[in-house]
């Protein structure tokens, strides 16, 4: 982001700055260089003839100072990355005291930005120094032999004076010009993650097309971006669904998955960390697209959903949920469609727990969070109160409640599990939250091993089972 920031000012500055003066430069060069013309071709030779010489030394200058901006940018961005995440993370630097490490790595990219700067101003010093050469030297040229060629009465003195004022006109323009076009080069250098970034299109899910079956137009309408569910009935069907990450493409995250949930089911995902537990959630959120097989949703491929609407309808709380800076009424009423009104608000606060505490805050809910208000566990109540607020047809809940208390947990599960109106897919490590749903999914490297009720996995004795035995000792207890 730091570097996109610093990107787009360089190229702010020659949009707004040097365009324009490299426009001025090209006619007021043209009008000098027609004028010279009209006085004499063989002195305008030698005036083009220095042009030249300049020219080929900015190119050699251009290019360097080009290569010059892009490191230059690199190292400031990742002088601000180092700062922002040291600024960001203070509480872990501490606690680790890792201050001097922190302060070197700050430091060494500040060196190394040191030192391209220096180079750039000594490259530019340099070029500074070859005009001014060039052109005093030209002015004295063209004073010795205007001064001889006056006394042959070759040329006049009136042509000498008009000579070297658009001599000079000339050179100061080529020299502005090659100034402007060193900043333009530069800012290309800078510009070109910019447009990289502009050229990038747009994950093709978005722009999915679905496909219009007219046995189904009673209940879905066609929408140009996909199928719209009116109702969704929230039934999940996973179909020999392999995954793996586009940065991790020779692990396999999800590999041959099956399992179907049925409307208004409460499932529970359990397995040890790093089974795909919340691979197979990104899938089902349409964060991601399966490498193989397919995902049914109400019996629709959920490639031909539209993906707006089928988020609408899905209640998702994570693991780590972060609250936006803004009031706790619109943090609990975010992405509602349609109107809500406060009392629904405090309703759905209510039913996750969170209104007692809420209650204590200053401003009640309009208290606008920031960092250190809340606890981890009162920003889990926060985020459950907005999924509940959403009324969706499908809720996620992965490790939604690890941050809590007994009592709170006691209540929530109370909620999520005695209701009816809706699929609920819970992800947890703690394996008594889990113990009461319809059917729990048991997941081990990336493949479904057991699927069946608590009761029944433990006659089973196979893996779940031995998760319970050893849960006191597992990950994340
Ligand atoms: N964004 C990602 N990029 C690359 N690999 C990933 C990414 N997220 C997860 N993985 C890998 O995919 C596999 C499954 O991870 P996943 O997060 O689905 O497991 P999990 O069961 O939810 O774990 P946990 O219980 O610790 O949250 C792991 O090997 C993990 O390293």
Redesign the pocket.
């Known amino acids: 982001m730091s570097r996109l920031g610093s990107d787009c000012q360089r190229l702010s500055h020659v949009i707004g700055n040097d365009m324009n003066l490299i426009i001025r430069n090209v006619l007021q060069g043209t009008g000098a260089l027609v004028n010279l013309l009209s006085l004499s071709w063989p002195l305008t030779m030698s005036t083009l003839v220095i042009c030249s010489v300049l020219s080929a030394v900015f190119l050699v200058y251009g290019r360097y100072q080009k290569n010059a901006a892009k490191l230059s940018q690199e190292f400031t961005a990742k002088a601000n990355e180092v700062a922002e995440d040291t600024l960001t993370l203070m509480k872990t630097v501490r606690v680790y005291g890792t201050e001097g490490m922190e302060i070197g790595r700050y430091k060494l990219l500040l060196e190394r930005l040191g030192s391209v700067s220096i180079r750039e101003a000594a490259a530019y010093g340099l070029w500074n120094l070859s005009f001014h050469t060039l052109y005093r030297l030209t002015q004295v040229l063209a004073l010795l032999l205007g001064g001889l060629s006056i006394l042959t009465g070759y040329v006049s003195p009136e042509q000498l004076t008009k000579y070297i004022l658009y001599c000079e006109w000339m050179i100061y323009a080529t020299w502005r010009l090659a100034d402007s076009l060193t900043s333009l080069l530069q800012s290309i250098g800078a510009s070109e993650e910019v447009f990289h970034l502009m050229s990038l299109s747009p994950s093709h899910q978005y722009l999915s097309k679905g496909k219009h079956t007219e046995e189904n137009a009673t209940v879905h309408e066609k929408a140009e971006e996909g199928l719209k569910i009116q109702k969704l009935r929230g039934h999940v069907q996973f179909v020999d669904v392999s995954f793996q ?1 586009p ?2 493409i020779t ?1 396999p ?1 999800l590999a041959n998955v099956n399992f179907s949930i049925q409307p208004n089911e409460v499932v529970a995902i359990v ?1 040890a ?8 959630v990104s899938l089902l959120l349409r964060l991601y697209d399966p490498v193989d097989g397919q995902i049914y949703i109400d019996g629709f491929p959920i490639k031909e959903l539209d993906i707006r609407c089928l988020r609408e309808k899905i209640g998702f709380v994570g ?1 780590e949920p972060h609250l936006f800076h803004m009031d706790i009424s619109s943090n609990i009423s975010y992405g509602c469609s349609g109107k809500v009104n406060q009392e629904d608000v405090e309703l759905a606060a209510s039913q996750a727990g969170a209104h007692d505490f809420i209650s204590t805050l200053p401003d009640g809910y309009q208290t606008v969070v920031h960092d250190g208000l809340l606890s981890g566990g009162q920003k889990q109540r926060i985020a459950i109160a907005r999924a509940i607020l959403r009324d969706p047809a499908i809720l996620i809940l992965d ?1 939604a409640t690890s941050a809590l208390d007994w009592e709170s947990e006691r209540r929530i599960k109370g909620l999520i599990f005695n209701q009816t109106a809706r699929t609920v897919i819970v ?1 947890a ?1 703690r394996l008594g939250t889990v113990e009461n749903a319809d059917r729990i999914i048991v ?1 081990h490297g ?1 493949r479904v091993v057991e699927v069946g009720t608590h009761k029944e996995l433990l006659l089973r004795d196979g893996f779940y089972a031995r998760l319970i035995r050893n849960r006191e000792d597992s990950i994340g207890f």
Not at 273 to 280: A, D, E, H, P, V
């Open positions: 990450y940065s991790r692990v995250a397995g960390s790093g089974c795909g537990k919340s691979s197979l693991q490790e992800i490590h997941m990336g």
